[in-house]
């Protein structure tokens, strides 16, 4: 006897789609944005350097951790220095695209350091001349893929802070000349430039 035994297919081999993770390394060029105050001395003016490791776990969101270095004259026209430690969440609009756009926002904590020269006593100026700071910010950016490993960008960042150290009811940072009102909260903007070295 013969019997007629349909033939099934084999069973389509499923696709696995490949995981999304990216990990990046950033660095950049810091522009400080002071604005434009009439109390503000003429040649106030602070810039630097940064980096940044950044990690992606999902297309439309990333987590950074950067280190921003920032040199210069300050407000008051002491020479300053800065580090600060921010950590971010970028949430990316069109995270497929070969140039995309973020939303920036996170907290940070810093230092400044002081040189406001000698009275005629040979003591500093300044009481103190080590701030430390709390801080938020918020911003935008642009990434355009120069490569699936390589990335050119710009953002622009802009913070809030308070001063944390000891000192700060004692000596404040910023004392208004005409009504002798005080305050250690401070605001900016930075403008990063540079390049994401993804893998």
């Keep these: 006897m013969h019997f007629d035994v349909p033939r099934t297919p084999p069973p389509a081999k499923r696709r696995h789609r490949r995981r999304f993770r990216e990990w990046g390394i950033n660095l950049h060029a810091v522009l400080g944005l002071m604005g434009n105050d009439d109390a503000m001395s003429p040649n106030a003016g602070m810039n630097g350097l940064g980096g940044a490791l950044r990690f992606r776990p999902i297309p439309h969101i990333a987590i950074e951790g950067a280190l921003e270095l920032a040199w210069g004259t300050d407000y008051n026209g002491f020479d300053r220095f800065e580090n ?41 100026i300044l009481a103190d001349e080590t701030y430390r700071y709390f801080s938020g910010q918020l911003g935008i950016g642009v990434e355009g893929r120069v490569t699936r490993h390589f990335a050119l960008g710009a953002d622009l960042l802009g913070f809030l802070r ?12 910023f004392v208004d000349p005409v009504s002798g009102r005080t305050t250690n909260t401070s605001s900016g903007g930075l403008l990063r430039l540079g390049a994401t070295f993804y893998w």
Excluded: C, M
């Design 84 to 124: 600060a430690l921010l950590v971010n969440g970028l949430f990316f609009a069109n995270p497929r695209g070969a140039v995309q756009i973020y939303g920036i926002a996170g907290l940070g904590g810093g230092a400044a350091y002081l040189d406001s020269g000698r009275g005629a006593d040979g003591k500093p």
């Design 162 to 173: 308070g001063r944390t150290d000891r000192h700060a009811d004692r000596n404040p940072e």
